[in-house]
């Protein structure tokens, strides 16, 4: 139903490498495509962002191949770390999925969010979740000092390098404490998939949404209050799903999860510091 | 056509294109029976459309912006076309069937009303006309992209895919009110 209106696209397909399916083919290349990305998850946890340990090629692979375009079914190696296919496992979620993530990041005590996730981690919810932070705290500085300009008739210019600043550090916290993370927990010898770290820490930003909605609230007690609870949610959220994956490493995981702990406390408290303290 | 296009003045190359811009216009942003596909409508794509109405509207936004016109610029341009490019990897991403260019060609293209809106809001400075221009070029905007992006993808991931097109077309909403 939804790709048989795109008979441009799936005719390209079908003369690329499917010798000739009779009538429906968009349907068959779809159904094809799904169950290929479900039935080899991304497990693995060595080598995840160069694509290196990607699902096995076998017919199923290079028959979904042509969604991604223009790029060569045969090839292998290296170079497949640069097509659309080596990334399409981190985003194979459906919209139920992501929603149900972003649930379980609000009930941080579960502690079952990397369990969870563990066989099918996604880069979509991470992604987004961190752009629309960048797009809240950019508009929500914008229109908190338009109206009070506007209410004291000032002049009033927007400082576009707020959306910039903002972007900076919610996309490089989300992908460099995951990295260092990543190498750290690899020197204790308790290797984690960089995706799975990536994905958790994701979508522990997420309760960092609301919060900055609520920090339009005048009250410098309710802002203390509402960035202290958003941090300690998101801080308990990342440690408590940490902690069952590296209980089991030896005694020094206390350590490393009271280092996670503070350190997305600290993130909160220069969220605090910087993005709800947009007074006149 | 008797020649080709090597030989043909100037002037009528331009003019090809500048019509093609505007059927295509016609075919993305008005209402038109192929609206339903619009895949097979904008077979003829072109980026030239694209680039003029990214860059039409990162000019009425510098424009506008009374200080540090050219950081406006950069970073609506930026934000335009990089936004582009990362929702159609997007949908690409999400196991969408879409061509790449065409997909790049179709979202410049349903870029005109929030273009439109820009440029009433550079002309009248006006709090609440601005607010109620942009939020009638915003729904314009995203009902021209909606057949699009939602017969990309399965319909369990529509959701995933249109969220990302609304976000970036709100932002450039936002945008256009906060810089006068």
């Known amino acids: 139903m939804m790709s048989s209106n795109y008979t441009a696209i799936d005719n390209e397909n079908v003369s690329g490498s499917?010798?000739?399916?009779?009538?429906?083919?968009?349907?068959?290349?779809?159904k094809f495509t799904e169950s290929n990305l479900q039935t080899f998850p991304p497990s693995s946890s060595q080598g995840k962002i160069s694509g290196a340990s990607g699902p096995p090629r076998d017919a199923d692979d290079t028959f979904s191949k042509p969604v991604s375009g223009s790029d060569e079914p045969q090839q292998s190696g290296w170079f497949r770390s640069f097509t659309i296919a080596?990334?399409?496992?981190?985003?194979?979620?459906?919209?139920?999925?992501v929603l149900e993530r972003i649930k379980d990041s609000l009930f941080p005590f579960a502690g079952s969010f990397s369990e969870k996730t563990a066989s099918n981690p996604d880069l979509y919810g991470p992604f987004w979740i961190c752009s629309t932070l960048v797009f809240v705290a950019a508009s929500i500085g914008t229109f908190f000092t338009y109206i009070t300009h506007k209410l004291q008739n000032k002049e009033w210019n927007y400082d576009i390098n707020f959306v910039t600043w903002s972007a900076g550090l919610f996309y490089g916290y989300s992908t460099?404490?995951?990295l260092c993370?990543?190498?750290?927990?690899?020197?204790?010898?308790?290797?984690?998939g960089l995706v799975q770290l990536l994905c958790l820490y994701g979508y522990s930003l997420f309760v960092f949404i609301p919060a900055l909605c609520l920090s339009l609230v005048p009250?410098?007690?309710?802002?203390?209050?509402?960035?202290?609870?958003?941090?300690?949610?998101?801080?308990?959220?990342?440690?408590?799903n940490l902690k069952h994956h590296l209980s089991s490493a030896g005694e020094r995981w206390f350590f490393i999860v009271a280092a996670i702990f503070l350190l997305q406390l600290a993130l909160a408290l220069v969220l605090r510091v910087y993005l709800f303290n947009l007074t006149v | 056509m008797s020649h080709g296009a090597l030989t043909e003045p100037v002037w009528d190359t331009v003019k090809r294109d500048l019509s093609r811009i505007v059927s295509n216009l016609k075919l993305v942003?008005?209402?038109?029976?192929?609206?339903e596909d619009p895949g097979k409508a904008l077979r003829d794509w072109d980026l030239w459309g694209p680039f003029f109405f990214i860059v039409f509207l990162g000019l009425t936004l510098s424009w506008s912006a009374s200080v540090k016109k050219s950081e406006v610029f950069a970073v609506a341009f930026a934000l335009l076309a990089a936004g582009a490019v990362i929702l159609t990897l997007n949908v690409l991403l999400l196991g969408g069937h879409i061509i790449f260019f065409q997909s790049l060609s179709l979202l410049g293209y349903c870029l005109f009303p929030l273009d439109v809106g820009a440029f009433i809001c550079m002309l009248k400075d006006n709090v609440i006309l601005k607010v109620v221009v942009v939020c009638v070029a915003l729904a314009w905007s995203s009902w021209a992209a909606y057949p699009f992006m939602s017969t990309?993808?399965?319909?369990?991931?529509?959701a995933l895919a249109l969220y990302p097109v609304v976000l970036m077309y709100v932002t450039v909403g936002f945008l256009i009110i906060a810089i006068d």
Do not use: C, H
Not at chain 1, 18 to 30: E, I, L, R, S, T
Not at chain 1, 89 to 96: A, I, K, R, W
Not at chain 1, 224 to 240: E, H, I, N, R
């Open chain 1, 18 to 30: 499917v010798p000739a399916v009779a009538d429906p083919p968009g349907q068959v290349a779809v």
């Open chain 1, 86 to 97: 080596a990334y399409q496992p981190y985003f194979d979620v459906d919209t139920s999925d």
């Open chain 1, 176 to 178: 460099i404490v995951p």
């Open chain 1, 181 to 192: 993370l990543f190498l750290v927990l690899k020197y204790f010898s308790a290797p984690s």
């Open chain 2, 152 to 158: 990309a993808v399965s319909p369990r991931r529509k």
């Open chain 1, 219 to 240: 009250w410098e007690i309710v802002r203390w209050v509402v960035a202290g609870v958003a941090g300690f949610m998101s801080a308990t959220f990342v440690a408590l």
């Open chain 2, 29 to 35: 942003v008005f209402p038109n029976p192929y609206r």
